[in-house]
């Protein structure tokens, strides 16, 4: 088969290196894709938002699928372009996509199917959402009802903070669209866990737990970024709390999306808090997280390509979903000054040698002239250890990190070393 990854980023080439080692792979394309990408697939200068052209190529090109990895072009319908186009297409369409696409609308969701997550309201005028804020008081959660690249939520430590924050988006205009309405909802507490799921629509076959660390620096201290690193598996993902995500969470989404008329086809992310109450909900993403996929399919040990045709078709229940019985982790290399602004094109090396214990997956990266690798975004490398343990996986990832240099290269020392509490 001829498949065509659509984005470009660390979970864009893990989800490349993976599918590389399908025996039902025969070409491998990806678009824009990065520099590491470019070693095992054809990279396309084609933007991941560029719904019509995208469908154009895919359909020039004779390719017999496609995989829409990030969430911007999987809210746009590029799913449903790619299928109405005769070219099948791993995803959820637009209407599924909402789940994350709309924070109100998978609000709306859990509260009429009876998924625990925290109180809400959602508001459109300025208002009435600051009587709340004061009424409610703080510690307190502000969140854009739209996507806003990871940035559009607010957890305030203050009333005054909380109202800001709704200022911003609701009359300032902070995240455009994207916030023009906001949900604001309870502050839960204990930690936090990932749990990625492949979907068919009616069925689930749950992932390895993962754990990101979203702040900039060590200690959980700094502001929010993509995500500095992830483990897999998560140490406060107990047997018994998964079985009552399945039971209370997972199978109840998936159930309610069908019966929505909404069936859910791809890669769900569940964002869960494990409170005193239990385990609730904080958010839905309609894709794999990144850099949680990076640590997660470190650990698959069946043919990806065969789930993703499985999760299409509707029989995700007649293929078996392998694991290794080990733990990953994913140690992002970052641009200085990340997630503010910072600079780009400089060269990286040591990159042959951390090879040579861990997978160096890349997320901001592109080939120079002379086909050396250079910088070219603020989240640049992700190394990716496997271990027996966590333990023995941790201090992987920091053996093989330690070879790579680029300038103002920084990354956290603590990764899978210290409870993540809410961001």
């Known amino acids: 088969m001829n498949v065509l990854i659509v984005g470009g980023g660390g979970r864009e080439h893990a989800i490349a290196w993976a599918l590389a080692k399908s025996p039902k792979v025969d070409g491998l394309w990806c678009a824009p894709g990065n520099g590491g990408i470019s070693a095992i697939a054809q990279c396309v200068p084609i933007a991941?938002?560029?719904?019509?052209?995208?469908?154009?190529?895919a359909v020039d090109?004779?390719?017999?699928?496609?995989?829409?990895?990030?969430d911007d072009p999987l809210a746009l319908g590029m799913v449903d372009a790619m299928e109405a186009a005769g070219v099948p297409a791993f995803g959820p369409t637009a209407a599924a996509a909402i789940v994350e696409a709309s924070k109100s609308f998978s609000k709306t969701l859990m509260e009429k199917y009876h998924i625990p997550t925290a109180k809400y309201k959602t508001f459109t005028e300025l208002d009435p959402a600051l009587a709340?804020?004061?009424?409610?008081?703080?510690?307190?959660v502000v969140k854009a009802d739209g996507l806003a690249l990871g940035k559009g939520v607010v957890v305030a430590q203050s009333v005054e903070d909380a109202k800001e924050a709704a200022r911003s988006m609701l009359a300032g205009g902070k995240f455009g669209k994207a916030g023009a309405k906001v949900v604001i909802?309870?502050?839960?507490?204990?930690?936090e866990v990932t749990v990625l799921a492949f979907c068919d629509g009616e069925h689930l076959a749950a992932m390895p737990s993962s754990q990101d660390h979203k702040r900039a620096y060590d200690g959980n201290q700094g502001p929010n970024t993509g995500g500095m690193g992830a483990i897999s598996p998560s140490p406060n993902y107990t047997p018994e709390i998964a079985a009552r995500c399945m039971k209370e969470i997972f199978l109840p989404t998936v159930a309610a999306l069908k019966a929505e008329g909404r069936p859910f086809h791809g890669v769900l992310y569940f964002g869960l808090m494990l409170t005193p109450d239990g385990p609730k909900v904080v958010e839905y993403n309609a894709r794999f997280g990144d850099p949680e996929c990076q640590a997660v399919l470190s650990l698959l040990d069946s043919d990806l390509m065969e789930i993703f045709l499985a999760c299409r078709s509707g029989t995700l229940d007649q293929v078996e979903v392998r694991w290794k019985d080990a733990a990953a982790c994913c140690l992002v290399l970052a641009s200085g000054g990340y997630p503010g602004s910072y600079g780009k094109g400089y060269p990286i090396t040591g990159l042959e040698e951390a090879g040579r214990t861990a997978v160096v997956f890349h997320a901001g990266t592109r080939l120079g002239e002379d086909g050396a690798v250079l910088t070219n975004g603020g989240r640049v490398l992700g190394v990716t250890a496997v271990g027996p343990d966590l333990d023995a996986?941790?201090?992987g990832a920091?053996?093989?990190?330690?070879?790579?240099?680029?300038?103002?290269?920084?990354l956290r020392t603590d990764i899978?070393?210290?409870w993540v509490p809410n961001p």
């Open 416 to 418: 899978g070393r210290v």
């Open 185 to 191: 909802e309870e502050c839960m507490t204990g930690p």
């Open 398 to 410: 920091y053996a093989a990190a330690a070879h790579i240099h680029f300038q103002d290269m920084y």
């Open 61 to 70: 090109n004779q390719m017999d699928f496609v995989v829409v990895a990030p």
């Open 393 to 395: 996986a941790i201090d």
């Open 48 to 57: 991941a938002t560029d719904v019509e052209a995208m469908v154009k190529w």
């Open 132 to 140: 709340y804020i004061e009424a409610q008081g703080a510690p307190i």
